[in-house]
């Protein structure tokens, strides 16, 4: 479930996979607390992050900010490299102080370059307050779980100089090398990439999942390998081991999901700029991502997020043919919903069933309030409006308006009810978590497992309805703040078409 506005920084020490629980199994096998990423408390400002590595962390970096912009955060980033370093020349510079370090910065708009192989850890880690810290191994040592032992070492003296005293650590997961590498790679007898990359996943599940001291994983090592799988196959990188323009809106995406706690509808960075923040040699070139390339993107990065320490085939093995239905589209004529919008779909489908209404036939309102009356008057108009019979006896609800046979059919019903104290409250903005109320209502109070808390704060009363809300994924793709706030008509489509499509 995706909420706006809302950071990963919590004060709990637990281990979450991205924005989504560890498989239940790994979390009885390690023994260790969980945390979904969609219940933890917002964080004020820029976030600010640091990863340190080596030149597959400054690919990673390069379109971070980038992406986090496009999709409506906001970033401070340190890239702090050393190429091919490993976690234990890592340590070495960090005992030595070695004036080793590149250390590229984002912040307010602008990448500075601080240091060009003459920076040291201690100045990185004293540069910011950093909210979280990445540290990665070299791709060739990542398969081998003993390499990870010097983490012992090297964190308690990371933490030590870390002058936030809520900074978490993040464990960036790096891909396998695109093409056969049996010179670098001893651990699979054909240096087949997948192969590759499941001994590093392996590796990480036995050092990284028992760690309480790490508390992120960011597996864009598992999304670059997905897409491989897809029609895009193997044109991720730019040699036998860097990625490409490409491959690195993956790595940023996938970084994004994991600081921001999301799961993607669609990419929105598709024209990617000139990369800026990479060492001569590096700068990778400005491509447009095709919308059949975003769809592979999305998915292989969305599949990475859920399941980090599996390869998930894509489901795009052929290049998807998007068809062009502009001259079709249901709300083509409205000028007011923005055809690129997340609602978009949501949109045509209540207008093109019949449920929502524009206000004319140039504009629908999509981030206009929805009353209590209309939301009735949905459900009514989705059962072909019935004959109904009596009356209501709500005081402030004549009978002589639009709505006054859907407020019957709806009380009748138990769908909808009223204040408490002869009021119905037709005009009455309704809100996201009535919303959720209403359509458990309509749908006969279906059974649910589980609670409402990764909805954040909201009405004792809408307990139940949020629980099976968020059981039967009704609130996907739907940003919001508080379930308390009213929900706009954009909302509420997609809200019913969730519902109506399940």
């Known amino acids: 479930m995706k909420r706006s506005c809302k950071r990963i920084l919590s004060t709990v020490l637990s281990l979450t996979l991205l924005c989504c629980m560890l498989p239940a199994a790994l979390a009885a096998e390690n023994d260790l607390p969980l945390l979904t990423t969609t219940s933890a408390p917002a964080q004020s400002g820029p976030l600010k992050v640091l990863l340190i590595g080596n030149s597959l962390t400054a690919d990673a970096g390069s379109y971070i900010p980038d992406v986090v912009e496009a999709e409506g955060e906001e970033i401070i980033l340190g890239v702090l490299h050393k190429g091919s370093s490993t976690l234990q020349l890592h340590m070495d510079y960090a005992l030595e102080d070695s004036q080793i370090y590149s250390y590229y910065k984002y912040e307010d708009g602008e990448w500075t370059l601080n240091g060009a192989g003459s920076y040291t850890m201690f100045k990185g880690l004293q540069d910011e307050a950093w909210d979280v810290v990445f540290l990665q191994q070299n791709c060739t040592p990542a398969a081998d779980p003993s390499t990870y032992d010097v983490l012992d070492e090297l964190i308690p003296h990371i933490t030590r100089f870390l002058t936030n005293p809520n900074v978490k650590l993040g464990w960036y997961m790096t891909g396998p090398y695109p093409f056969a590498q049996e010179q670098l790679f001893n651990y699979s007898q054909d240096g087949e990439p997948a192969a590759m990359h499941r001994y590093t996943m392996d590796a990480v599940k036995a050092k990284i999942l028992t760690r309480k001291d790490i508390s992120y994983i960011t597996p864009v090592g598992t999304a670059l390998v997905n897409a491989t799988t897809s029609f895009v196959g193997h044109t991720l990188h730019r040699d036998h081991i860097h990625m490409n323009t ?90 007011d919903v923005d055809k690129d919008a997340w609602y978009h779909e949501a949109v045509d489908f209540a207008l093109e069933n019949k449920i929502m209404g524009g206000y004319s036939a140039t504009t629908f309102g999509p981030n206009d309030t929805l009353s209590r009356a209309m939301v009735v008057q949905i459900l009514y108009n989705k059962e072909g409006q019935p004959a109904v019979s009596g009356a209501h006896a709500f005081t402030d609800a004549p009978a002589d308006q639009w709505y006054n046979n859907a407020i019957i059919w709806g009380t009748t019903h138990g769908i909808m009810g009223g204040y408490g104290d002869g009021k119905f409250g037709p005009d009455d903005a309704v809100t996201l978590e009535q919303v959720a109320v209403i359509l458990w209502n309509y749908s006969g109070n279906l059974p649910f497992v589980g609670t409402a808390d990764s909805v954040g704060p909201h009405s004792s009363w809408a307990s139940n309805a949020l629980a099976w809300a968020v059981e039967s994924d009704l609130l996907e793709g739907i940003p919001f703040d508080v379930v308390t706030a009213p929900a706009t008509r954009a909302q509420t489509a997609q809200f019913i078409m969730n519902y109506l499509s399940k």
């Open 246 to 335: 490409l491959g690195r809106t993956i790595a940023a995406y996938t970084f994004y999901c994991t600081l921001f706690g999301k799961t993607l509808d669609t990419i929105k960075l598709t024209d990617v700029p000139e990369s800026k923040a990479a060492l001569k040699g590096y700068i990778t070139p400005a491509r447009t991502v095709t919308p059949e390339e975003a769809l592979a993107v999305t998915e292989a990065v969305n599949n990475a997020i859920k399941n980090p320490l599996e390869i998930t085939p894509s489901a795009y093995e052929g290049k998807p043919v998007i068809a062009d239905h502009s001259a079709t589209c249901p709300s083509r004529d409205m000028t």
